[in-house]
């Protein structure tokens, strides 16, 4: 049976940089995957208590793409007023290792823009599936679909990227 | 004809079971179109798997952090070690100080001890690791 973590600092250590990729991927930028990654441990850790026996994975990923969702639909909310000065927010890229991260990060760029032009439900199959690497039945649980519609989107996704890195 | 085109993806991934995979493998010997399809595929596949893995930006979830520090005890160890020059030599520097009356090991400690907290450069917590990571290594 998969061991569950018990609390939601050893959810951040095992599971934190698995979903900081996620939320790279998803979002595209490191401000948006920061913001993400801290909402769902926020999450994880009231949600934790109510945790019922089952797939954690499932469960964690349940959670993200909720947090990432709610998180668009807020920005679409927001758009009608003017964006704050967010420039000091986060002065992590002035660390050290920023141009280290960049050149990394820049290294997949065609197939991150790629991603981004993906629907939601094709880019997140597929992230969860080839960048988190999660099993069908896994994705299925965390999209809340049937397992014949993760397959479905999975290949129609890679199919979208191929036309669109040709 | 029908081209079981969705079940090249679940193949890839290891995701059909053996009746399936027979049933699509045995379609892909005759259907070019298919076995073209295929090969696009693995090669979109391989290449999102390609993407590098990003570390958390250190800061952002303290609790992970630790991970990205596995060497807590060495480091004791050589905190421990370069603590035991220092006072070797506040020691030295004390019996050999011209004016032992007007510089006692208290105030050389005293004076110690404010530049580790002005001057973060200076001090055994700022040693570089990795070389001590190559020290250790060669034990």
């Given at each position: 049976m998969e061991s569950i973590p018990l609390t939601w600092e050893e959810v951040a250590r095992v599971h934190g940089r698995k979903i900081y990729n996620f939320a790279y991927r998803l979002t595209g930028n490191a401000d948006d995957a920061n913001d993400l990654v801290q909402e769902v441990l926020l999450r994880v850790r009231k949600g934790l208590a109510d945790y019922q026996p089952g797939s954690f994975e499932g469960w964690l990923w349940r959670i993200t793409r909720n947090a990432f969702l709610d998180d668009i639909r807020k920005r679409n909310r927001r758009l009608t007023t003017p964006l704050p000065?967010?420039?000091?927010?986060?002065?992590?890229?002035?660390?050290?290792?920023a141009d280290v991260e960049y050149t990394r990060v820049s290294l997949g760029d065609d197939i991150q823009k790629a991603l981004l032009e993906l629907p939601f439900e094709f880019r997140e199959a597929v992230v969860l599936c080839d960048?988190?690497?999660?099993s069908y039945d896994e994705i299925a649980m965390a999209a809340a679909v049937p397992i014949g519609t993760v397959r479905s989107r999975i290949h129609r996704g890679r199919k979208m990227l191929r036309g669109i890195l040709e | 004809m029908t081209h079981p085109s969705e079940l090249i993806s679940a193949y890839l991934d290891g995701e059909l079971t053996a009746s399936e995979a027979g049933q699509l493998l045995s379609h892909l010997a005759s259907c070019g179109r298919c076995a073209a399809e295929m090969e696009d595929t693995q090669r979109v596949r391989a290449a999102v798997r390609s993407l590098p893995v990003l570390?958390?930006?250190?800061?952002?979830?303290p609790e992970a952090d630790a991970e990205l520090i596995p060497l807590h005890h060495k480091r004791g160890v050589w905190v421990g070690a370069a603590a035991a020059i220092v006072v070797v030599v506040i020691s030295v520097a004390a019996l050999f100080a011209p004016a032992p009356a007007s510089v006692s090991v208290e105030d050389l400690s005293s004076r110690f001890g404010a530049r580790l907290s002005l001057d973060p450069?200076?001090?055994?917590?700022?040693?570089?690791m990795p070389e001590w990571e190559a020290l250790v290594d060669e034990e």
């Open positions: 000065d967010e420039v000091d927010r986060w002065d992590l890229a002035s660390t050290a290792g960048v988190v690497g999660l | 570390d958390l930006p250190v800061g952002l979830v450069a200076f001090g055994p917590a700022k040693v570089i």
